[in-house]
């Protein structure tokens, strides 16, 4: 299992970026595939981003599709989620989650796929 730690949430306008980092601990973050989630108030939580072991697939929401880019540097154990042209619609509180069903070498997309879970971070999109 792996400990995660997420940063890099805060209060933007309408149109701008920020850039969430999830940093891990644990010697088998390679295994795992990456995910982030959102969720807003009185809503589920959803599936946001998720990227494979090795970066070679991605999945996105249709919501972020364009926007949003998740990346990886296994090297230094971090998970990244870069979201530009963001929207009032995006502010919720971001978690980042790791999955280690298959080695991490598939999209997992349903919150019962992952089996740790960072403490999440705020984002706040004002319009």
């Known amino acids: 299992q792996v400990q995660l730690v997420e940063s890099g949430g805060g209060l933007v306008q309408a149109g701008g970026s920020l850039r969430l980092s999830c940093a891990a601990s644990?010697?088998?973050?390679?295994?795992?595939?990456m995910g982030w989630f959102r969720q807003a108030p009185g809503k589920e939580r959803e599936s946001v981003a998720v990227?494979?072991?090795?970066?070679?697939?991605?999945y996105y929401a249709d919501s972020v599709k364009g926007r949003f880019t998740i990346s990886r540097d296994n090297a230094k154990k971090t998970v990244y989620l870069q979201m530009n042209s963001l929207k009032p619609e995006d502010t919720a509180v971001y978690y980042c989650?790791?999955?280690?069903?298959?080695?991490?070498?598939?999209?997992?997309?349903?919150?019962?796929?992952?089996?740790?879970w960072g403490q999440g971070t705020q984002v706040t999109v004002s319009s």
């Open positions: 989650a790791a999955s280690a069903l298959d080695s991490g070498r598939s999209i997992r997309i349903g919150i019962h796929e992952y089996n740790s």
């Open positions: 644990g010697r088998t973050f390679l295994t795992h595939a």
């Open positions: 990227i494979t072991w090795n970066g070679g697939s991605t």
